[in-house]
Every structure is written in structure tokens, then in C-alpha cells.
């Protein structure tokens, strides 16, 4: 298996009307009337063919789009990449990430190995310069990637890196602008692992391998620990939810509790953060099977808990000042004669109890275990993240996560996380009505309610194990569809989660 693109991030304080790069990407807005100062000042070096494309209306700074301008011997950049950023009022700090992901695209397209960039400059002071480095970090890793693992035949060398500069004039700046790029970097990476690990299929990736993955990981950093729970262990720990859920397979599930401990003492006032993530490593529906049209899209539902690994490797890698646990049940879900059935009764780690009628809601059986493994270990705040119902497709489509949770402050903090990072969120209820669906004349409860409100009536079940806690619930299920347009990601996983989360730990622990 070869080497994702690698991306190499610095800053380089220097006049961008001079500086040597193979192309300067800056941005342009579409209601923006004529060149602005820097941009002008620029033109002047390229005699005035920037404004020329312009005026000739065959750039119009949409979003999304993008042009470029030739240099000669006396210009410093070979090329200069104008990148839409849309509507001035319109802009936000995700319009910049958006930019910077749209020039990293572009300078992968064309094989160039070396970008400029100094697309915040057309921001002016809008945001805060740090902010603005580590949104063009983010961006670039998120533009830059591409899932190519297994691709053998040849691609007319594509590049093994790609070496990006932060660009301008003022060192000052710089300095601020290399402050947001490293920890935007960290962030960036953490979200290409989560992707690779999400993109890798059924056959490649299967539970086992999973926790070898977060193992690996644990192992390369002193602040986090790895513990796996193997079948025999899950067993004895009563885990029947993820045991069952695995039960149709050869591959075996597993638990896998990752743990990051500060190297300082975390003040006692910070809350114990317990992340718990879906990851089925292929749903194929089990007994209940899906129809096979996309079903190869399946191998996408393990998204939520290698979100929380991505998270957990960025949270260590900035020595973020709050505990978290990474809680993450594994399983793969196919029918065969040792699966489990509709109509069996699952006695779950909580104790409570379970009727199965669909074994295709199997991602709600092994986060309750996860949830209350997360509780049992006094976690003071839970927030759940699984790919899990199709209903909160329908009802949010592809731009958005759905939220439950039974915290009001808890829920108005990730959505502040939500606008800074550029993952949304839409925040959808999940309380006693749909709670009521959810009782089975039986058992405790059954595992799917009825016909409608799907994706609120699954957060309804997982909030019946959280005890006592402040618990929030991310439906990611839309996120990693094939042929997102708006997102910056391209196709097959956009490793959704790592920056929402992230940004929420960063803000736990005090961190900006
Ligand atoms: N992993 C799926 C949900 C999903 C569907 C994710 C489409 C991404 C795209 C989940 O396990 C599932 O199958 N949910 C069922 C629940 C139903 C049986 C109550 C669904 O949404 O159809
Ligand atoms: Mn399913
Ligand atoms: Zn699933």
C-alpha cells in the first residue's frame, strides 16, 4: 500500500508581489469591485492581466471556482491562482477553509509541488489572524487529500508531497499565522488518518485490525493508553449488545477504550470528556439485509468511532489540558448462521434489556454499551458519534449532522463548536414521546420505533443508558455520501467529527 499525499505546512514572512512559489493563491470575492490594494499591487507585476481576466468576465469569484494567471522571468510566482470566495457579506471563517482546500485541490490537480498562499488577506482583520492560519491549515489537508491507497496503475506521477506557505509581509503576522498553523496542521493530519482508516473497506479493515490501528496509535504517544476487550472479555463483561451484534461474523468484535491523560494535572474543575464512536466495519444489515444497490458504502459506518480515534490523536498531539476517554465497540455486521435474530432478547451491559426486531439498528446496540462503559467510568460529559440512521439523511440531507442531547448547555456549545470548525450541526429532539416508541412489551426496549422520526427516535434509546450524565448525541449518517457538492472533502470519507470535536475539547480545556 503506498503513502497518502503528505502535506508540508510552514509560514514565510516575505512580500507576496515577490515571492518565488511555483503558484500564489489569493482570494477574490465575487461582489468585490475592481482589484483590492494587495491584489492590485500584484497585478501590476503581472501588467495588468489579473484585472483583464476579471473584466472579461471569465472569472467571477464564485465559491468553488478558481482561475489562473501566467507569470514570466520578472514575476516571483510562476502562476497566480485566483480562488472565488463568493459573496463578501456572506463570508465566514469556514469561506477561507473552503479557499485554502479549493487551491490545495487545484495544486494536486496540476501536480505542483509548492503553494503560496495569502488568502487571508482579503479578509482583512475580519477574523483573527491565528484563526485564519489554522482554518488554511485545515483546508489544505482537507483539499489536498485523496484516498489512493490501492491504486497500482500508473498516474502520471502524482505528487508524493505537497509543500505549502502560508504567505506575508508582515512578520508579525506571520508569527500569529504560524501559531494558528500548527495546531490547524495537527487538526488537519488527525482528520487524513480518520479518512484513510474510514476509506479502507471491510476486507482491509475488520475489527481486530481496528483496535491494532488505535493500539498503534496509543503507542506512539506517551499521554494516551489503549485498552481492547476482546470477545471472551466482552463477554465476561457482560457486553451483549456489541457481542451480539457481532455474533454473524468470523471477524470477531471488540471494545476499544483509548484514554488521554495530560501530562499536567488537569485542573478538577475540567470535566472527564467520554467520546463513544460507532464503528461497524461493514453493515451489511445482518438478518434484516439491505438491498444491495450502495451497499459497498457500508464499509463508511465505522465513521463515528474513527472520528474519535482522529480526535483523540489531535487532542493529544496538542496536549489539550482535559481527560478523555475514546470509547469505540467494533463489529461487523452480516447475516449468517451464528448472527443474531429478529425477535432475541439482549440483556446489555446496563442491564437493562433489549428486543431485537431489526438486526439492520445495530449501530443503537453496541453504542449502549459503549455509552454505559462511558458513564461507568464517570465520565462527566458523553457525546456520542455514529453514521447512524437513514432517517436523519432524509431529514437533513448531506450538509449537516443531526444533535440530540439532554444538556442545554452542552448543545449550545457544540453548536458554537460546530460554527468555528465548519462541521454543522442541526440540533433535533429526542425526548419522552419518541422515548415511548421505544418500549417493548417484552423487554426493557426494542431497538427500532415506528415508521417515522427515525433518527430521533435512535438518539431516544441511546439517552435511556447515559444515567445521570450530560450526554449529547451526533447522527453523522448523511456525512460521507458520495457526491457531497458543497463539501471541500471530494468523495469517500470526509472524516467528519475530527474538527467539531476537537474544537469542543479545545474549548473544555480552555484552549483557543
Ligand atoms: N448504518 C446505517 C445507517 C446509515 C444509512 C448510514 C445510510 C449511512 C447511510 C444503520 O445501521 C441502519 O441501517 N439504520 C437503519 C435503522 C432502521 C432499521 C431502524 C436505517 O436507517 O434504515
Ligand atoms: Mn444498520
Ligand atoms: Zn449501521
Redesign the pocket.
Known amino acids: 500500500m503506498k503513502e497518502i499525499i503528505k502535506v508540508e505546512m510552514k509560514t514565510r514572512t516575505v512580500d507576496f508581489c515577490k515571492c518565488k512559489t511555483d503558484m500564489l493563491a489569493v482570494g477574490v470575492f465575487s461582489d468585490a469591485k475592481g482589484l483590492d490594494k494587495t491584489n492590485r499591487e500584484l497585478d501590476s507585476k503581472f501588467a495588468g492581466s489579473i484585472e483583464r481576466l476579471i473584466k472579461s468576465g471569465d472569472f467571477e469569484g464564485k465559491e468553488q471556482s478558481s482561475a489562473i494567471v501566467y507569470g514570466n522571468d520578472k514575476t516571483g510566482a510562476k502562476r497566480v491562482l485566483l480562488v472565488g470566495l463568493g459573496e463578501r457579506k456572506k463570508a465566514t471563517l469556514d469561506t477561507i477553509r473552503r479557499a485554502a482546500a479549493n487551491a490545495a485541490k487545484k495544486a494536486v490537480a496540476m501536480k505542483i509541488e509548492n503553494l503560496g498562499m495569502a488568502l487571508h488577506k482579503a479578509f482583512g482583520g475580519r477574523f483573527d489572524i491565528t484563526t485564519m492560519g489554522q482554518a488554511c491549515a485545515e483546508g489544505t489537508y482537507l483539499g489536498s487529500y485523496r484516498y489512493d491507497e490501492f491504486v497500482t496503475e500508473s498516474e502520471n506521477g502524482r505528487l508524493d508531497s505537497l509543500k505549502v506557505e502560508l504567505i506575508d509581509s508582515d512578520a508579525a503576522k506571520t508569527k500569529k499565522l504560524n501559531k494558528g498553523l500548527s495546531s490547524g496542521a495537527i487538526i488537519g493530519k488527525a482528520q487524513s488518518y480518520a479518512r484513510t482508516l474510514a476509506n479502507r473497506p471491510g476486507n482491509v479493515i475488520n475489527p481486530a485490525e481496528l483496535a491494532a490501528a488505535a493500539k498503534q496509535l496509543a503507542g506512539s504517544s506517551r499521554t494516551l493508553s489503549c485498552t481492547v476487550f476482546d470477545e471472551k472479555q466482552l463477554a465476561a463483561k457482560g457486553m451483549n449488545g456489541i457481542l451480539a451484534v457481532g455474533a454473524g461474523s468470523q471477524n470477531k468484535p471488540r471494545l476499544i477504550v483509548l484514554k488521554y491523560t495530560p501530562a499536567r494535572t488537569v485542573c478538577s474543575k475540567v470535566p472527564t470528556v467520554g467520546l463513544v464512536g460507532k464503528a461497524?466495519t461493514f453493515?451489511s444489515?445482518g438478518i434484516?439485509i439491505?438491498p444491495s444497490a450502495r451497499m459497498d458504502?457500508?464499509k463508511l459506518?465505522k465513521s463515528g468511532g474513527v472520528a474519535v480515534l482522529g480526535t483523540m490523536k489531535a487532542a493529544a498531539e496538542l496536549k489539550l489540558g482535559v481527560n478523555v476517554y475514546g470509547i469505540i465497540p467494533a463489529a461487523e455486521n452480516l447475516p449468517s448462521g451464528t448472527s443474531y435474530r429478529p425477535g432475541d432478547i439482549i440483556t446489555t451491559f446496563s442491564g437493562k434489556t433489549v428486543e431485537v426486531q431489526?438486526t439492520?439498528?445495530?449501530?443503537r446496540l453496541i453504542l449502549c454499551d459503549g455509552i454505559a462503559y462511558a458513564e461507568k467510568q464517570n465520565c462527566d460529559i458523553i457525546i456520542d458519534i455514529a453514521?447512524?440512521?437513514?432517517?436523519c439523511?432524509v431529514a437533513l440531507g448531506k450538509y449537516m449532522a443531526g444533535l440530540m442531547g439532554n444538556d442545554d448547555k452542552l448543545i449550545k456549545t457544540l453548536q458554537k463548536c460546530a460554527e468555528t470548525s465548519g462541521e454543522k450541526i442541526w440540533y433535533m429532539p429526542s425526548g419522552d414521546e419518541y422515548a415511548e416508541e421505544m418500549k417493548s412489551k417484552i423487554a426493557d426496549l426494542k431497538n427500532?420505533g415506528s415508521n417515522w422520526g427515525?433518527a430521533c427516535t435512535a438518539a431516544a434509546f441511546l439517552r435511556q443508558f447515559v444515567g445521570n450524565k450530560k450526554w449529547a448525541h451526533l447522527d453523522m449518517?448523511g456525512m460521507d455520501m458520495p457526491h457531497n457538492g458543497k463539501n471541500s472533502a471530494g468523495t469517500g470519507s470526509t472524516g467528519f467529527g475530527v474538527r467539531l470535536l476537537t474544537t469542543y475539547l479545545m474549548n473544555v480545556a480552555g484552549k483557543k
Not at 439492520?360 to 449501530?363: F, N, Q, S, Y
Open positions: 461497524i453493515d444489515g434484516s439491505k458504502q457500508m459506518d431489526n439492520d439498528a445495530e449501530g453514521t447512524l440512521t437513514g432517517a439523511m427500532i427515525g449518517a
